[in-house]
C-alpha cells in the first residue's frame, strides 16, 4: 500500500466521511525530500480538539514509520465552503489549485 493509501485509511478509520486532500508541494509534484506532507482534512458537522486529536493520533505511527511531517488543516467541510474571509485568503486559492482528493 502507498503513503497516501496508508494516510486516507488511517483518517477514515477514525472519521469514516471524511474528504481528505493532499496540498503543497506535494500534491504540485514539486518537492525535495525534507518536505513536509500537507493535508487538509474537511469533516462533517462541528469540529472540536476531540475530533482533531483523533485524526492527529491516527497518523502519528505513519510520521514515525516514514519519518515523515504532516501539516494537518483541519475544519468542518462547512467552514470550507461558506467562510467568506477563507475564500479571499491565497491559502484558499493555492489549496483549491493544487488540492488532490484521496
Known sequence: ??????IKEKIIQV???????LFGSRARNDFNEDSDWD???LLPGEVNE???TEIIRSL???ELDYNII???IIHSKDF??????LKQSPFYENVQKDAILL
Open 60 to 62: 502519528l505511527k505513519l
Open 15 to 21: 472519521e469514516p466521511e471524511a474528504e481528505v486532500y
Open 70 to 72: 504532516f501539516n494537518r
Open 1 to 6: 500500500m502507498d503513503i497516501l493509501s496508508e
Open 39 to 41: 493535508l487538509l482534512i
Open 50 to 52: 476531540s475530533r482533531k
Open 80 to 85: 470550507w465552503e461558506n467562510n467568506i474571509l
